[in-house]
């Protein structure tokens, strides 16, 4: 069984840095593609930033320039390096793991994170 387990989260001032961390576990062969999702409360999830195995990165707008994603295809984690946070940004992290290939076979699979919070402080 596949397994993503987020860290980082917290709460920060306004201006301040988190790092999120998500590591993927279970007989993985390959990942696609890792990225970050968020929910802040009465909203919808939405894509906050994606990386495929490959090195290519896909942001929201209003994280550009603000947020880094990379990954270590050996030990299947993926990292959000988050700058300038501003209020706006408090929601619940998901991490999300796309294109799941396990080495015992089988249908490639999405999978999810159980969410870590972050929480900016105005």
């Known amino acids: 069984q596949v397994q993503l387990v987020e860290s980082g989260g917290g709460l920060v001032q306004y201006g301040g840095s988190l790092r999120l961390s998500c590591a993927a576990s279970?007989?993985?062969?390959?990942?696609?593609?890792m990225g970050w999702y968020r929910q802040a409360p009465g909203k919808q999830r939405e894509l906050v930033a994606t990386?495929?195995?490959?090195?290519?990165?896909n942001y929201v707008d209003s994280v550009k320039g603000r947020f880094t994603t990379s990954r270590d295809n050996a030990k299947n984690t993926v990292y959000l390096q988050m700058n300038s946070l501003k209020p706006e940004d408090t929601a619940v992290y998901y991490c999300?793991?796309?294109?799941?290939?396990?080495?015992?076979?089988?249908?490639?699979?999405?999978?999810w994170g159980q969410g870590t919070q972050v929480t900016v402080a105005s």
């Open positions: 999300n793991a796309d294109g799941v290939r396990q080495y015992n076979g089988g249908r490639v699979r999405t999978y």
């Open positions: 279970g007989n993985i062969f390959s990942i696609y593609v």
């Open positions: 990386i495929t195995a490959g090195g290519s990165t």
